[in-house]
């Protein structure tokens, strides 16, 4: 399934404020009665803030530059005192020197040599010092810019979002426009657990359940036999966590076939990519579900299979996936009901560090669309249940 998302207008930037040194306080308000304006502690200062202005400059100078420049944002006091030139030195590309030589000649008819440029992953490295120092905003590298972050963003409330060019172009996975997962919701995930809770969003934004979905497949009555339409209820429920700095995304699909379709629906094998959503089965190599699921899907419809589980994993996505096949009755009683065939699909992704949407352990897994095949065969060389282990215990492969 493509999504075309309608252009819409990026969202303003916000106006700066003039810096403010720490012994300035806002005038105490005159308290008439403690039981309505209840009083509350002094606000609590860090005793670097007391230091002189000359003491901060000279401790800055005995900083590496990453750090000085970390360090001048920490604070907007200190930023005051030591200025814009040890960040402005960190981001900005070294000088380039040219230094003519004596025995050349005609110099005034030769052009100086183009300023230098920092490499592309490295500035976009050094830009992560301002990114966590504003934390109401986040790099965009495919507009290279920053973004409002969208406080009530997130992948179930991706419409309310401000629409990007970008969210596209990043990639993302989806079930439907119900649960859109976009790139910079990996990264403000990643961001809030590296820089603490107000940097990016909770993980708990990832969790979602569709509830019972009702859905029309074709169900076989017999094996080999002829075919019919039926309904069929299907459940998502997805949750996420970050472990080791990576984000691990765990989506478990329920199919449930009525026992009056007439038998196992060996043929759901075949038609599984129009059974199963993007986020559980898809990939960005093909219009295909994950390499060996169908295969697996077949070996647990088998009788002598019912209930167990063999974890495999995709060769062209990290992913990891398992699928369990049950059957019981609709009622409490037994008898000689017809039973319903559940089938169970479940598929842990490691979506990656969330730091570049180029990497190819994010793209890999995102919405094809019309975009060309094959572009990511064989790039992903893992153990099976390696994923899968990573989720449970937060440990790392």
């Known amino acids: 399934m493509k999504f075309r998302r309608s252009r819409g207008k990026r969202s303003s930037q916000p106006t700066a404020t003039s810096p403010t040194t720490p012994y300035e306080q806002a005038p105490t308000p005159l308290i008439t009665s403690p039981q309505i304006f209840p009083t509350s502690p002094p606000p609590q200062k860090a005793p670097i803030l007391s230091l002189p202005l000359e003491l901060l400059q000279q401790i800055s100078t005995h900083l590496s530059p990453a750090t000085a420049a970390s360090f001048s944002l920490s604070t907007r006091y200190i930023y005051y005192a030591i200025g814009t030139q040890p960040l402005q030195a960190h981001i900005s590309p070294p000088p380039n020197s ?69 969210a596209e172009f990043n990639s993302y996975l989806h079930d439907g426009w119900d649960y859109v997962l976009c790139f910079h919701h990996v990264r403000l995930a990643v961001n809030r657990h590296l820089w603490g809770e107000g940097n990016g969003i909770d993980v708990s934004a990832f969790t979602y359940n569709s509830g019972g979905v009702e859905r029309k497949i074709k169900v076989a009555k017999t094996h080999g036999g002829a075919h019919h339409t039926d309904w069929v209820t299907t459940q998502l429920k997805t949750r996420a966590r970050v472990v080791d700095g990576r984000l691990i995304l765990y989506a478990s699909y329920r199919v449930s076939v009525p026992g009056d379709s007439g038998g196992l629906p060996f043929h759901l094998g075949k038609c599984i990519g129009s059974v199963l959503p993007q986020i559980v089965a898809g990939h960005r190599y093909s219009h295909e579900p994950h390499t060996g699921i169908v295969r697996a899907l077949e070996m647990a419809l088998l009788p002598h299979m019912e209930h167990r589980e063999v974890t495999k994993t995709c060769s062209v996505c990290a992913t990891d996936f398992s699928i369990v096949v049950s059957h019981h009755s609709p009622t409490a009683s037994s008898g000689s009901e017809p039973t319903n065939t559940i089938v169970q699909f479940f598929a842990w992704r490691d979506l990656g560090d969330g730091r570049s949407p180029f990497d190819t352990s994010w793209r890999a897994h995102g919405e094809l669309g019309n975009g060309n095949e094959g572009v990511y065969a064989g790039s992903i060389q893992m153990q099976d249940g390696s994923i899968r282990r990573r989720f449970r215990d937060g440990l790392k492969a």
């Open 98 to 166: 040219f230094t003519p030589k004596p025995e050349d000649h005609n110099l005034h008819y030769r052009s100086p040599p183009p300023p230098t440029t920092l490499p592309r992953i490295e500035r976009r490295k050094r830009l992560e010092i301002l990114e966590r120092a504003f934390p109401s905003h986040w790099y965009c590298a495919w507009c290279d810019t920053f973004h409002a972050r969208e406080l009530a963003g997130g992948p179930t409330r991706f419409r309310k979002e401000a629409k990007r060019d970008c």
